[in-house]
């Protein structure tokens, strides 16, 4: 789809300096309109709601908000809506997640000015973006090539459903059931539901062991 010269755009980040940045980034280019920046998800649907932005450039990770289930949201909002999640968290591990919701590219906080612009460009010509280690990773996987380390992340963590590895991510960072059940307004049964599911798909006999190797997932992603 071809874009047209004055792009629609809402940010949705929590990190002022960052948004700023790029904002600038964005705007230099004279083809982007900013309509709207939100830093939660409540203020991000409000937005999208009233700008109807053709692209969305949002963080899945907003201060204590955990936003994947924003995309769905967003969608419903606008279908036609183009979303880049531009991170910080590990592309090995979400970016086949986003773009089953609905997501059309992935890209990390750390990649260049020009990949980050080269991102925005392939989405909206209604393509899919994802690195090119991303992409080799992904053909791998399906082809059944390269090799498996002893502690293969990638692959364990692919058991798990999207809530499942939000709960074993907030578990890893300290958090305890009802801590976790507050931040998703759910029971805390259902949280001990989804620890009970973790600890088979990992392996894990007990919950010190599932907190163990939350930990040590969360040190390992820095």
């Excluded at 209604?126 to 090539?145: C, H, P, W």
């Amino acid at each position: 789809m071809a874009r047209s010269m004055n792009t629609r755009v809402l940010i949705i980040d929590d990190q002022p300096l960052f948004t700023m940045g790029l904002t600038a980034l964005l705007v230099k280019y004279n083809k982007y309109n900013i309509v709207g920046i939100a830093a939660n998800s409540q203020d991000a649907l409000l937005a999208a709601e009233k700008e109807k932005p053709r692209l969305v450039i949002m963080e899945i990770h907003l201060g204590r908000e955990n936003a994947m289930d924003l995309i769905l949201e967003l969608k419903n909002i606008n279908p036609e809506a183009a979303i880049l999640v531009l991170s910080s968290n590990d592309e090995r591990f979400y970016s086949e997640r986003v773009l089953r919701l609905g997501a059309r590219g992935y890209i990390m906080k750390n990649a260049p000015a020009n990949t980050v612009m080269d991102a925005v460009t392939t989405i909206l010509d209604g393509k899919v973006y994802l690195s090119e280690n991303e992409r080799d990773r992904i053909f791998q996987a399906m082809t059944g090539g390269g090799s498996r380390s002893a502690k293969d992340w990638t692959i364990s963590l692919q058991k798990l459903s999207d809530r499942e590895l939000q709960v074993f991510s907030l578990i890893g960072k300290g958090y305890g059931t009802i801590e976790i059940a507050s931040r998703f307004n759910i029971s805390t049964k259902t949280i001990d539901s989804h620890k009970e599911h973790i600890k088979l798909k990992l392996h894990c006999n007990t919950s010190q062991e599932l907190r163990q190797l939350a930990i040590e997932w969360t040190n390992q992603m820095g």
